[in-house]
């Protein structure tokens, strides 16, 4: 008997699924729509990849302007120069005068200036009052004069003419008690200033030159206080003067093929030798002739530079000889002397002798200087000269050449004493 007992065991190879739909069911393939899965879950991982780059390259950002603006507003630099009255209320927390300093447009970062001057510990020191205050102060000056109750500071208005020395500058603000001019000179020497202008790195250095910011601080009426750091003195001449140099300028240095330094140097000359800007167009025009290239006169051979000499770096080295009492003895400082002294010199002096103003800068440049009647003067009515005299009363006398040049000298002679180009080969005691 025949008897069917498989329904009663499993049996010993699984049974073979059919398979649905056509190409035979690849082994290890994927369900449908895994496909589409993986390419959005991709897209999705670049996604929050791109947004977590975009977001860390904004907060970078943010971070930089940060600090690059608590940099200006801790420093003071590049700040707006505007007073400001504010009245400092007793009892006051470090954030509460942050945020009254930021109201009043002195500062633009309260949280970096509470930090700063809580790192200082200096808000239990700070003295209630009304102070005078200014909108390009420094951190520091700001708690110096809450720390100090130097309430409504002292405002001083000082004007200073073209043609003034840096020395002459300096005494003028010690008698006005803006800052001892030792004080001035000692920050200049440090020439590490925290500002970006753009002629600063213009301006060269060489041993020789004796006071290197000489020509750089812009004659003008300013606006200071008592008691100012030198940084803050400086800061505004500086500023200044960086105002004043425009593209224009730079242009037509270019096309001079003139330097900065060159510029400055030749107008701070022009501008001793010249009392007005009508002069000036004539003046510059012989010493640009001199300093032409392949010129029979390669001298300035100017009063003014060896004046500068006698009169604004002597004077302050100890060391220097007084040649009329010694006449034997060498002075340490000759090579200094000779490099100012256009009498000796071939070209420009080393450096600036005075700080000019625009209309000598101007003239450097050959750009056109209006005269008193509101007319310009032609630079090519002087094309020819290499000389010029002037007399007691302030009349200018050119001429080409040496016996035309000899005739002016007569001429102003008459006039009291004379001044101007000198053709003597001979060299001149310094």
């Known amino acids: 008997m025949k008897i069917d007992d498989s329904e009663f065991y499993e049996p010993s190879e699984p049974s073979v699924q059919p398979s649905y739909g056509g190409g035979g069911g690849r082994r ?22 791109l947004l977590v780059l975009i977001v860390v390259l904004a907060v ?28 400092l209320p007793d009892n006051l927390s470090m954030s509460e005068v942050a945020s009254l300093l930021k109201e009043k447009g002195v500062i633009t970062q309260p949280l970096t200036f509470q930090v700063y001057a ?17 909108t390009n102060m420094s951190y520091d000056e ?16 000082v004007m200073f003419p073209e043609g003034m020395t840096l020395s002459d500058m300096a005494n003028r603000l010690e008698e ?15 020439s590490d200033f925290p500002w970006e202008y753009k002629f600063l790195e213009q301006v060269p250095e060489d041993e020789n030159l004796f006071r290197r910011w000489e020509g750089y601080f812009f004659p003008d009426t300013y606006i200071f206080y008592e008691e100012m750091s030198p940084s803050a003195v400086t800061q505004r001449f500086f500023a200044n003067f960086n105002n004043k140099m425009t593209d ?51 001298m300035l051979q100017s009063d003014v530079t060896r004046d500068y000499v006698n009169n604004y770096i002597k004077p302050f080295l100890p060391d220097a000889v007084n040649k009329e009492a010694n006449p034997d003895l060498t002075d340490p400082n000759q090579a200094m002397y000779d490099a100012y002294n256009t009498y000796v010199r071939q070209g ?48 200018y006398y050119y001429a ?5 040049h000899n005739q002016n000298v007569a001429a102003a002679a008459q006039n009291g004493e004379v001044h101007g180009t000198d053709v003597t080969t001979e060299e001149v005691p310094t």
């Not at 803006?178 to 004080?183: F, L, R, W």
């Not at 080409?400 to 035309?404: F, G, N, Q, R």
């Open 28 to 49: 290890g393939g994927r369900r449908n729509g895994d496909d589409d899965g993986d390419r959005s879950g991709g897209a999705g991982r670049w996604f929050k990849a």
């Open 142 to 157: 700001i708690m110096r004069d809450f720390r100090s109750g130097n309430i409504k500071r002292v405002e001083v208005t």
């Open 60 to 87: 970078s950002v943010f971070l930089a302007m940060f600090a690059l603006q608590s940099a200006s507003d801790l420093f003071g630099l590049n700040k707006p120069d505007s007073p400001v009255e504010l009245e």
């Open 248 to 298: 224009k300028l730079y242009e037509r240095m270019d096309e001079l093929g003139m330097s900065l330094s060159d510029t400055i140097t030749l107008a701070s000359v022009i501008q001793r030798e010249a009392g007005l800007g009508e002069d000036m167009v004539g003046v510059s025009m012989v010493f640009h002739n001199r300093l032409a290239e392949g010129s029979p006169l390669p």
């Open 400 to 404: 080409a050449t040496l016996d035309e």
């Open 176 to 190: 006005n008690n803006v800052c001892k001019a030792e004080d001035l000179y000692e920050y200049l020497e440090e």
């Open 348 to 395: 420009l002096p080393v450096g600036p002798v005075c700080n000019p103003g625009m209309a000598a800068i101007e003239a450097a440049l050959q750009l056109p200087v209006e005269t008193l009647d509101g007319t310009f003067k032609n630079y090519e009515d002087y094309a020819n000269y290499y000389y010029f005299v002037t007399d007691e009363a302030g009349e």
């Open 118 to 134: 809580g790192l200082k510990n200096k808000a239990e020191s700070f003295i209630p009052g009304t102070y005078m205050l200014n």
